[in-house]
């Protein structure tokens, strides 16, 4: 019913900047939660940046001071900010949104993820 496609990723020197999208098709209405999330090899899934319905974002601390969330509701598209990349900012990036049209109940909806490499 959501579909959600990522793009932006690439490789980059360290020190650079990426900019990723994400733009989702369908309706979307009742957003609880959306952000951006990111999995290097051997390792989970994890948070990078994240959009509650209270308004707030949180960052995950490796990228806290890097990286800025942001969203055009009207293009139906988020976006991922990121400034000063490190190594260990590779990793495959996966944008998110969960909907919660009502109180039992949520969905979520993932990307098929998009490359980001950063060289030494």
């Known amino acids: 019913q959501v579909q959600l496609a990522e793009s932006g990723g690439g490789t980059v020197q360290t020190g650079g900047s990426l900019r990723l999208s994400c733009a989702a098709s369908?309706?979307?209405?009742?957003?609880?939660?959306m952000g951006w999330y990111r999995q290097a090899p051997g390792k989970q899934r994890e948070l990078v940046a994240r959009?509650?319905?209270?308004?707030?974002?949180n960052y995950a601390d490796a990228v806290k001071g890097r990286f800025t969330f942001s969203r055009d509701m009207a293009k139906k598209t988020l976006y991922l900010q990121m400034n000063s990349l490190q190594p260990e900012d590779t990793a495959v990036y996966y944008c998110?949104?969960?909907?919660?049209?009502?109180?039992?109940?949520?969905?979520?909806?993932w990307g098929q993820g998009t490359q980001v490499t950063v060289s030494s």
């Open positions: 998110h949104i969960n909907i919660r049209p009502t109180v039992e109940r949520g969905y979520d909806y």
């Open positions: 369908g309706r979307i209405s009742a957003i609880d939660t």
């Open positions: 959009w509650t319905s209270d308004g707030t974002t």
